[in-house]
């Protein structure tokens, strides 16, 4: 009842969206003499900013076509190298460019699509071969398809990095994981080291990452400990409806995972809308562009599969069973000890309300028989959440000390 609720909300709201476009469209328009009354452009403003809040929202596109290589515009061509049912593993190919470090971006099942990522994406693509993985919204695979859980997403990446193969030197690609994906990351690192696996990654980038969340805990950790297992079974898993393919998937929506980060914010989240307003109505169409293309993103969300965001809320914020060396790939122990020469980079934001200090670092601690010279800890003064691997920060501070580790553990 939930998921047909919200569809039907979403319908009626589109309809509301499309009628404010063009109300607002009207107000602007030259030809109406009522666009030229004191309070006209103010109610216009005002009905966009409606209109794209209130607006569906699909699977964004990526967009990048080009990157520069030391002053030369190079195309950029996106690939599919592996397709499976619930994510496919996608190459931005540089045209003419061989050669470089490859790196493979694992992007969050949490609510977003790898798109989030964009940004992080376009800083590497002049200095790497990026790979990155794009997971499918759940809602849209159907239920011949089989469950999606903590262990698929394991092997998943294992089967990416697989794709990937090794290099001339016979070692394996660089893996950079964004916030959640740093447990399963760290997890496929330890499997494939303990097998002997050649195309295990050179180098691990863990960013924001829960790894251990009884270290300064979050409001987030604090959601996730408080109420019991059933809860989150009962208030946060609802039916795919029949109007998708996925219809009868139990899922978590993608609109109950937007909810709640809105909800965190919501403040912040206000002023962005009214700064949006107020650079309408002065007619400034830059300003408030960049908000709405902030917000294009944020909004565009994706379902994630019941099993597997209940076994995540399990074993990585509530029984917290990698750190305490608990955590089974299919019936095996996952062993942070098997890790012994993949370069471990732990990366924390300092104002981060997601993941606190320490949750991330708690990989470098935990890999016991790796050599200190190929662990490393970043920590971004200032940095949220986001900011560790989107914006300037990201662009200025993080990205070249990622560029450093893979050239360092090139060897």
Request: glycine share 10%; aromatic share 10%; net charge negative.
């Amino acid at each position: 009842m939930l998921y047909d609720a919200y569809e039907f909300q979403r319908s009626m709201l589109a309809g509301a969206s499309a009628m404010a476009t063009f109300s607002a469209g009207l107000l602007q328009n030259p030809a109406n003499p009522w666009a030229y009354l004191g309070g006209g452009s103010v109610v216009a403003s005002a009905l966009e900013v409606f209109a794209h809040a209130a607006a569906p929202r699909g699977k964004p596109a990526f967009g990048l076509t080009h990157t520069v290589i030391e002053g030369v515009e190079v195309p950029i061509h996106e690939e599919i190298v592996l397709q499976k049912p619930f994510g496919q593993l996608k190459r931005f190919r540089r045209e003419g460019v061989e050669g470089g470090p490859r790196l493979l971006i694992v992007a969050p099942m949490s609510g977003h699509f790898a798109t989030l990522l964009r940004g992080t994406v376009e800083r590497m693509l002049p200095v790497a071969d990026v790979y990155i993985t794009d997971w499918r919204d759940a809602k849209l695979v159907p239920l011949w398809e089989g469950r999606f859980d903590l262990d698929d997403y394991i092997d998943y990446l294992i089967a990416f990095l697989e794709a990937i193969g090794p290099d001339a030197g016979g070692r394996g690609a660089n893996m950079l994981a964004v916030c959640q994906p740093s447990v399963p990351c760290y997890a496929a690192t330890a499997l494939m080291c303990a097998d002997g696996n050649p195309c295990r990654p050179r180098t691990l980038t863990m960013m924001g990452g829960p790894i251990d969340t009884r270290e300064a805990p979050t409001a987030v950790n604090t959601l996730a400990t408080e109420r019991p297992h059933a809860w989150f079974e009962q208030n946060a898993i609802a039916t795919v409806p029949m109007t998708y393919p996925g219809a009868g998937r139990k899922v978590y929506p993608g609109f109950l995972q937007l909810a709640g980060f809105m909800s965190m914010n919501l403040g912040n989240h206000m002023m962005s809308h009214w700064e949006m307003f107020k650079h309408l109505v002065q007619g400034d169409g830059e300003g408030a562009a960049s908000t709405k293309a902030f917000y294009e993103e944020y909004r565009s969300v994706c379902d994630m599969t019941a099993e597997f965001y209940l076994q995540t809320v399990d074993l990585v914020f509530q029984t917290h069973a990698l750190p305490r060396g608990e955590m089974t790939h299919r019936g095996r122990r996952v062993d942070p000890g098997a890790i012994t020469d993949v370069g471990l980079l732990a990366i924390e934001g300092e104002r981060d309300d997601i993941s606190g200090l320490g949750q991330t670092k708690a990989a470098l601690t935990l890999a016991t028989a790796l050599a200190e010279d190929k662990k490393r800890y970043l920590m971004v003064e200032g940095a949220g959440h986001y900011g560790i691997f989107n914006g300037s920060k990201w662009r200025n501070r993080v990205a070249p000390v990622v560029e450093e580790w893979m050239a360092a553990n090139a060897g």
